[in-house]
């Protein structure tokens, strides 16, 4: 393997940057840094752990155009969304400080009982121990966030290994968190290829494992540490239901630009991006036309320029990879009503009608900018559909009918249900994550900052209550 890795261009593989990857002393350097300091971290003060934080959100805001700029260079990202990517980040840390400085914990009445007469309890969570972070490559700023921030406001020192191809946005998190004065070893980035990810997984320093990424990856990191502490943020193939109810031409019209901007919007590598359409039978004539012009109009483009909506894929070979889910589905009887073309690592927005159940984009992830449609009849076939995946992250729903909206929180098997739009849709700060083959765990800065830890009980005797 070469000592450097060169980081290029998604879009014209131009050379970005080329930075070191670290050597196995380096590693044992950074988790042994990690573990040895997990009981200076855990004490630190609140006021220090936010201080932090709030100062890496300040630092990023001030640097927003600039770091935009560096997401597009590594990723490909049209810089309209690297530049939401980081007004994100800068939100998800500030969020970190706020959070840090009242995870206090809780007091309960024990005498609600004869027997615990004069006793009470406090329950306060504690970390579990220094965290393996694993980054993704489609937000590479954001999602770091999410591993960086609920690790620091509770005090759990955290080693961060990024995706090979976008490392640099993660540097430099690393650079800002050593402005700080959290204690040595709190925070460390750690660029090495993925082969090496095993042996991270494996170490028993890292009691905690935090990953985003896809499926089987992640099934192979519960499988190799059972009695580790792991929290899973898997992949997905997300629908979108369009009631019958969501009629008007408004309504209609509405629908179609947030899906057509959702499936599109990181050339579809985004594990909520609008995968499934399914359209009530009773206004899909007047739905599909308007989804197909609005789909159109996501142009493809350099993603340095300010007016392009959809990028490249992060390599050729996933784009290949959608053209041949593509043709597959095509062969099988499926209609590319528009798009369906490559241009090197550029994959054209396409929509998809007619596509066989069992195609892979049907029932795998797609990672990429293909919509599929299908059509139901009355809510509960639409729900049906919805469940009938393997995957459960997210599905949106757009419907007036709070009867429907509730039944969808109710009977939709996925970790969020959002109503009136597109299952893209997070805000930083809510919990966020799926159910069957989308993981376990959750991310958001407070949930994830209580999978990171646990509940210890002190119990105070003869207390006069």
């Known amino acids: 393997m070469s000592e450097r890795l060169a980081v290029r261009s998604p879009y014209d593989r131009s050379l970005v940057a080329e930075v070191d990857w670290a050597t196995p002393e380096q590693v044992e350097a950074v988790v042994a840094a990690a573990a040895g300091s997990r009981a200076a971290v855990a004490a630190a003060p609140a006021h220090l752990r936010a201080a932090a934080l709030d100062h890496v959100s300040a630092r990023l805001a001030e640097r927003a155009d600039e770091v935009a700029r560096l997401i597009t260079s590594e990723s490909g990202k049209p810089l309209v969304w690297s530049r939401t990517e980081v007004a994100r980040a800068v939100s998800t840390f500030r969020w970190g400080a706020e959070e840090a400085r009242r995870f206090s914990g809780e007091l309960q009445r024990l005498d609600t009982d004869p027997a615990a007469t004069g006793r009470i309890a406090l329950v306060r969570r504690f970390p579990r121990g220094p965290v393996l972070g694993i980054s993704p490559f489609n937000f590479p700023l954001n999602l770091v966030a999410h591993k960086l921030a609920p690790a ?72 190799a540490v059972p009695h580790k502490h792991v929290t899973l943020e898997l992949g997905g193939n997300a629908a979108a239901v369009v009631c019958a109810d969501w009629s008007s031409p408004a309504d209609l019209d509405h629908a179609a630009g947030r899906i057509a901007t959702f499936a599109n919007y990181q050339a579809g590598q985004s594990c909520i991006s609008v995968q499934r359409v399914l359209v009530d039978a009773s206004v899909v004539a007047d739905f599909l036309p308007r989804l197909v012009s609005a789909v159109e109009g996501q142009g493809t483009g350099d993603p340095a320029d300010e007016s392009t909506a959809v990028g490249p894929m992060i390599d050729e070979a996933s784009a290949r990879r959608v053209e041949e889910w593509v043709d597959e589905a095509v062969a099988g009887g499926a209609v590319v009503v528009t798009g369906g073309r490559r241009a090197g690592a550029t994959y054209e927005p396409t929509v998809l009608t007619d596509a066989p159940p069992d195609s892979r984009v049907v029932r795998e992830e797609v990672f990429g900018p293909v919509l599929v449609v299908a059509t139901f009849d009355g809510v509960d076939a639409g729900f049906a559909a919805v469940n009938d995946s393997r995957y459960g992250l997210q599905a949106g729903v757009f419907t007036h009918d709070l009867t429907t909206a509730f039944r969808a929180h109710r009977d939709l098997e996925v970790g969020g249900v959002v109503i009136g739009d597109v299952p893209s849709f997070r805000a930083d700060q809510m919990p966020y994550g799926g159910v069957k083959d989308s993981g376990v765990g959750r991310e958001g800065v407070r949930a994830a900052m209580e999978d990171l830890t646990y509940e210890r009980v002190l119990v105070l005797a003869g207390v006069d209550l």
């Open 152 to 223: 620091v406001a509770v005090g759990a020192p955290i080693v961060l290994k990024p995706a090979p191809k976008t490392p640099l946005s993660a540097m430099l998190l690393g650079e800002l968190f050593a402005e700080t004065d959290l204690p040595y070893g709190a925070v460390s980035v750690v660029v090495v290829p993925d082969s090496a990810a095993p042996g991270l997984v494996a170490d028993p320093r890292l009691p905690v494992v935090s990953f985003t990424g896809s499926a089987p990856v992640g099934a192979r990191i519960q499988a």
